[in-house]
């Protein structure tokens, strides 16, 4: 009797090889990253559906995390990055759609297309984890503003911040693909007040807040300390602090 034919596992693919996409890499070395300002080929423009469907005759993957950014586009970017990534995306495999927690504190028409996006990966079985913003290793905005000079955040002083370390933010994706429902998942590392973030920063630094506040973000300047009850249900917790990070930073 012949042998069975052996079939390698298919691979799973990272949609936006940015800085979180680049990240979860790192940690799949077999996964495909599928970069989307690459020139249009397999690493090519997720969103074009043509793309996608010619990779995935060859390279149809049984898992796809879907981390597309904007970084403060306009409505026409997130259509873009997050709705036609998510209706271009083959189907059958499982998908792992990262969102943003502003769709809990604000109802722009960049919140409602987001928000669009993850009804269409709920539709289809998927997992959406809404990420506070992120930080790490080469990357902190507020810590970089702060050191610059910049004005602060907008916002009165009991503003509260959301924040997550990349590395966090990769192991929870990770038990997400491999444990989460179908469901909306919010991951935060940290909350704390934006007065409690300057005070932090300025001991830590030695460098004193600017005076001036920036304007307003079209994300707003509301917010509530994040609910991480799902993830944290499931075994995750956070292992890197923000306080942490400023400290090696500053003596990098």
Known sequence: MPAAPHTEPRPAWVVGTGFLGAALLRELPHAIGIDCAAPADVRGDAADAAVLARAAQTL?????FCC???????????????ADVVSALPPGARVVF???????HADGERQRILRAAEDAVLARGGVVA?????????????LRRHLAGEPRLAGEGARVLNYLHVQDAVDA????AARGESRCYTV???SFSKAEAYALLERLTGVPAAHAD?????????????????IRALGWQ???????FVTDACHA
Do not use: I, K
């Open 188 to 190: 935060c590392g940290e």
């Open 130 to 142: 809404r990420l506070a913003p992120l930080y790490g290793p080469g990357r902190c905005e507020l």
């Open 68 to 82: 597309t950014a904007t970084h403060g586009g306009d409505a026409a970017a997130y259509r873009h990055a997050y």
């Open 98 to 104: 990262c969102s943003s927690t502003s769709v809990e």
């Open 173 to 176: 994706l990770l038990l997400l």
């Open 214 to 230: 920036t304007a307003p973000s079209p994300r707003g300047c509301g917010g509530a300390a994040a609910d991480t009850a799902a």
């Open 60 to 64: 149809a993957p049984q898992l796809v």
């Open 238 to 244: 956070p292992a890197h602090s923000f306080a942490d």
